[in-house]
């Protein structure tokens, strides 16, 4: 077994890129998290998908494609799709890395560390 694909073992098929077109988003189960899968542009983001105010369903939300964050359609609290973290500095939702190989989108299995209390900026 190559090294990439004992690293792809970690990450989950969730989707065809065809079926996460550019401005849509879709839910995934990954494990034991309900994942969003955000098409922004062309690049593929993945975060959980449950808001920490009261369980909204961010893959339903408004997608700032500038600041790349999503609102959560509930009572509009706005996470980072880079890095999860809220607008506010709120409780951040988690995020993962994402991999699209052939047309197909994976998600990683575990999430990447929660960033916590940090004060929403984009790295782009
Ligand atoms: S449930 Fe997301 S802001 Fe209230």
Redesign the pocket.
């Known amino acids: 077994m190559r090294i990439e694909d004992a690293a792809m073992d970690e990450f989950v098929r969730v989707f065809s890129l065809d079926e996460v077109a550019p401005g849509t988003a879709r839910l995934a189960t990954v494990g034991s998290y309900d994942v969003g899968v955000f098409n922004v542009d062309g690049t593929i983001y993945a975060i959980d998908n449950v808001?920490p105010?009261?369980?909204?369903p961010l893959h339903g939300g408004k997608v700032n494609k500038a600041a790349c964050t999503v609102s959560?359609p509930?009572?509009?609290?706005d996470f980072s799709l880079i890095d999860g973290t809220e607008g506010y500095g709120r409780q951040s939702v988690a995020t993962f890395d994402v991999s699209v190989r052939d047309g197909e989108i994976y998600v990683a299995s575990t999430p990447r560390p929660l960033v916590s209390g940090a004060t929403q900026t984009s790295n782009r």
Do not use: A, I, S
């Open positions: 808001c105010h009261v369980d909204g959560c509930l009572h509009g609290r």
